[in-house]
């Protein structure tokens, strides 16, 4: 891992810790995890916002009113909006979404869960993904939540990652296994 990633994992680690801990606190997890999908999802569709907490051209003081005035709009908690001031002060705001990801690492975790990131040719219907849930909870040994995501490359089937394990069935990756067994023979 390079230094600047590195440090900027510890970073969010540290400060999805605090949140997670006081969240816990006050019994508010649920309010927590309504806020991380608030964030997301803002996150995902604007990149107007990333760039916003990822430039070092606005001052402590303009990320604060602009982060904490989207919060208080989005209707976020004291908590997370609090937390999102004090990361622009610090001229932290850039790693949000690490402390996104950490959050939710920390969530699971508390609650015995482990995610899998499911990646699909196509979308998985409801009663695939409890199937797969329920096979997947089979091998981990605890409840599994599903991250999934399309890819229309894959031709068909699934890769499925669950901890440092990585199941590839995809019809993509069948294919280059018989194209490089192809090149041995000939």
Do not use: C, H, W
């Not at 995890?33 to 990333?50: F, I, K, N, V």
């Not at 089979?138 to 939540?145: F, I, L, M, N, Q």
Request: no cysteine; net charge negative.
């Amino acid at each position: 891992m390079s230094e600047p990633a590195s440090i900027s994992s510890g970073i969010a680690t540290r400060y999805a810790t605090a949140v997670f801990e006081l969240a816990k606190d006050a019994a508010a997890i649920p309010s927590l995890e309504s806020d991380l999908d608030a964030l997301d999802a803002a996150l995902e569709g604007s990149a107007d916002l990333r760039d916003f907490i990822a430039s070092p051209l606005r001052t402590r003081a303009e990320q604060e009113a602009g982060i904490t005035a989207l919060a208080r709009k989005m209707g976020l908690s004291d908590l997370v909006t609090n937390t999102l001031a004090v990361m622009a002060q610090k001229r932290r705001l850039f790693t949000l979404p690490r402390v996104i990801q950490a959050l939710r690492d920390l969530i699971a975790e508390d609650r015995g869960e482990v995610t899998a990131e499911v990646t699909s040719a196509t979308a998985l219907t409801p009663d695939q993904a409890a199937k797969l849930s329920e096979t997947l909870k089979a091998k981990a040994g605890r409840e599994v939540k599903l991250k999934t995501a399309v890819d229309e490359a894959l031709i068909g089937g699934l890769v499925v990652k669950l901890g440092s394990t990585m199941i590839d069935t995809s019809v993509r990756s069948k294919l280059a296994a018989l194209q490089n067994t192809m090149k041995e023979v000939g």
